[in-house]
Structure formats: structure tokens, C-alpha cells
């Protein structure tokens, strides 16, 4: 077991660790937001034929190629082509064909013209300008083509692939199962919401600020807990997480004081621990392991500790999981509006808000940064991170850091 490494380090160790979940087939009614268990291939073009992007007159360009404001071209209507409908006459010279927005284009046309561009009666449309071969035609294939890869294995349904399957008449798709997070609270001071409120005691924000935080991820979160400090009890709902769940956040004893239970209880339910500690503020104090391919995940009890340390090292575990092969968070520079005014002797990572009013990336960062400060993580969407040994940030400075 390793303690006291880089947070990067420790993330890496246990990703190697995981393996992707089992996978299922999901009618394409509910695939947003699952993560692909297949290569996808477009097997027909998108569109499939030639077609018209607008109401308006297809016919052959040639004809036109003399046409203005003063010399203008009159072509006689053949018929009109609705969406939906096929042409009944080749188009010809001197001839056009009405058109309608997605209508196939006609044989023989090589050219469509807005209605709006003419002058037009039931039987004939007169066009002043020249027009050039496939103008306003959307192509064959334009959008996809057969034997185009449309998504890798790995990828993150969204709206524009949901569509894009469907288009290709594709009914369902492998997928990665969604994964059960189990989220367990220690400490003998928690208290149950809706209980009445005791000196001495607290109640528990830790494992419905992280249920919000695997919801976000798309994942189903399972609520333990909370478990008072003695090593069996949280063992017992440890055992019990690991049996019901794909993976287990705990939040609370994971430092060094006599009341800090949670690596003994990890021990206890067979889990191999990995490491304990991680250089970086807020977040130190942790410990991650795994059981039977399973990550267990020891937060801090100090609710900002906990979520900035689950963002660092648990969610991309947790991608990992859920099959997601683009697993790490995305690498941004922000520019910090205020600054921040300490030094930084480890690994810090600021919370912080996006500012992009002025066109540039920006962050606010909230004065609070506490560990114990929850209310300063609320719209929260970036974090920053100021590298070991720094002196204080001013106003203006520009950070790297990733979005949450």
C-alpha cells in the first residue's frame, strides 16, 4: 500500500485496477446518455438519394447559363414534387420540375433554385440569374457515408448520435450496464435528515452531495448508512454495498485519529487498499481500494474535501467503469478574475465558477475554500489547480484545471 502520493498517481493505480461492466442491448428510446459496448457503421448514405434543401425548381443548369435581369429564362413546369414523393418525368431541356424542401432531385436536373429567386405561374418559372452545377443540391451521402464510423465503443450517446442511429434505422444498440454506486456515511455525530437536531451532532449533506454527483454522471446511486464508529458496523455496510453495488463511496474516517475506522473496516470486508493519502488540498486524506474488480472510494468527512477529492480521483474511475474510454476530465485554461491570496506549499485545487461574459474563460473563485465549506461549492463548475510551492495567485493569473 502506498500513502502520501501524487492525487494523479493514486488515480491511475486504481483505474488499472477496473474493468468495464457487463454490457446489455437498449432500445434506442433510452440510449441517451449510455456509453456504446460496440463500434457503430453507417450502413446506408445519408441522406440516400440527391435532394432539394428548399421549395423551389430543379432543372438543368446549362439551360440557365445565359440567364439575367434583362434576358431572363422561362422553363415549363413538368410537375410538382413533394416530400416524400418520387418524380414522374426526367427533366429536360427547357423544363423544370416544382420541388418541395426534401424532395428527390428529378433525372436530368443538376441545379435547384429558391421559389423566392423567381417568378413563377401554375405552368412556368422564369430565373435572371446564372446557375451552376449542383447548386442548392444536397448530395448523396452528404451527411453520412456507407461505411463511415459513426461511434467507437466507449463513446457517450448524445442527441446528435441518438439521431444519427436512427437515421441508419438502427433500433437498438450494446451498451455498457449503468452503474450502482453505493454511498455510505461514517461518523457517530451524523444524523439522519428529518431527525431533530442535537448538540453535538450533524446532519448528513455528505452522501446526498455525492448522490447528486453520480446521478449527474449518468451512474444510480444506492444511500448506506450513516454508520456510527465502530469498525463492524461500517464493515458490516461496507459488505453489504459490495454485494448490491458496482462500486462504494464512503465518506469519514480515513485520517489517522482514533475514530478514523474506515481503512480497518475496508480491511476487515477483504478489500485490498491501495493508498491513503493524496498530495492535495483540499482532499488529503483518503483511501481508496478495491474488492473482487470492485473500487471503493474513502472520502474525507469534510464535505469539500470529500467532492473535490471525487472529482479528482473517483469520477474518472467511475468512468472508467461505465465503459467510458475518454475517462479523464478535459484540460482548460481559466483566468482567475479575483485571485487567490495564500500560498500553496502542496497541490491545491480551487473551486471555482466559469465566467465567459467578456468572451474569454474565466473563473471566480469563491473566498471560502475550506474544507468544511460546502455552501461555496454551490454552482461550482470548475476547478483549477495551482501546482506545489506556489506563492499567492493574483488577479488575472492563468491556471489549468477542468471542468466538473
Do not use: W
Amino acid at each position: 500500500m502506498s500513502r502520501f502520493i501524487a492525487y494523479t498517481t493514486g488515480r491511475d493505480l486504481l483505474m488499472s485496477q477496473i474493468l468495464p461492466l457487463p454490457t446489455e442491448t437498449v432500445s434506442i428510446e433510452s440510449l441517451y446518455g449510455r456509453i456504446l459496448a460496440q463500434d457503430i457503421t453507417a450502413k446506408v448514405n445519408v441522406p440516400s438519394f440527391d435532394r432539394s434543401p428548399y421549395d423551389g425548381y430543379a432543372f438543368r443548369s446549362e439551360d440557365t447559363a445565359e440567364a439575367s435581369k434583362d434576358h431572363p429564362i422561362t422553363l415549363r413546369i413538368l410537375e410538382e414534387i413533394p416530400a416524400g414523393s418520387v418524380s414522374h418525368y426526367p427533366v429536360t431541356k427547357g423544363c423544370a420540375a416544382k420541388v418541395l424542401t426534401g424532395a428527390p432531385i428529378p433525372e436530368g436536373a443538376n441545379a435547384v433554385i429558391k421559389f423566392e429567386q423567381t417568378e413563377f405561374t401554375a405552368e412556368a418559372v422564369t430565373i435572371f440569374t446564372p446557375c451552376k452545377k449542383d447548386s442548392n443540391i444536397v448530395k448523396t451521402g452528404e451527411d453520412v457515408k456507407t461505411g463511415d464510423v459513426l461511434a467507437k465503443a466507449g463513446t457517450k450517446i448524445d442527441t446528435g448520435l441518438a439521431g444519427t442511429l436512427a437515421s441508419q434505422n438502427i433500433t437498438s444498440a450494446l451498451v455498457y450496464r449503468i452503474p450502482r454506486i453505493g454511498i455510505l456515511s461514517t461518523g457517530t455525530e451524523i444524523l439522519e435528515l428529518g431527525a431533530e437536531s442535537v448538540p453535538g451532532k450533524i446532519y448528513d449533506s455528505n452522501r446526498y452531495m455525492l448522490s447528486a454527483a453520480v446521478q449527474n454522471m449518468g451512474f444510480t446511486p444506492v444511500l448506506y448508512g450513516p454508520a456510527v464508529d465502530r469498525t463492524e458496523d461500517i464493515c458490516a455496510l461496507i459488505q453489504k454495498g459490495l454485494c448490491e453495488c458496482d462500486a462504494l463511496l464512503i465518506t469519514g474516517g480515513v485520517s489517522v485519529g482514533d475514530y478514523d475506522l474506515t481503512p480497518a473496516a475496508m480491511d476487515m470486508a477483504g478489500a485490498e487498499t491501495l493508498f491513503r493519502g493524496v498530495d492535495m488540498k483540499p482532499g488529503m486524506a483518503c483511501a481508496y481500494g478495491i474488492y473482487d474488480g470492485k473500487p471503493i472510494c474513502g472520502l474525507s468527512g469534510n464535505p469539500a474535501s470529500a467532492i473535490t477529492n471525487f472529482h479528482a480521483i473517483a469520477a474518472p474511475v467511475l468512468r472508467k467503469l461505465s465503459g467510458q474510454t475518454d475517462c479523464l476530465p478535459k484540460e482548460i485554461s481559466v483566468k482567475l478574475i479575483n485571485g487567490f491570496r495564500k500560498k500553496s506549499p502542496g497541490t491545491r485545487f480551487l473551486r471555482g465558477i466559469l465566467d465567459l461574459s467578456d468572451g474569454t474563460v474565466r473563473m471566480f473563485v469563491p473566498r471560502e475554500q475550506g474544507n468544511v465549506v460546502l455552501s461555496s461549492t454551490i454552482g461550482c463548475n470548475v476547478i483549477a489547480i495551482i501546482s506545489a510551492g506556489s506563492d499567492a495567485i493574483p488577479d488575472g493569473a492563468e491556471l489549468k484545471g477542468f471542468l466538473i
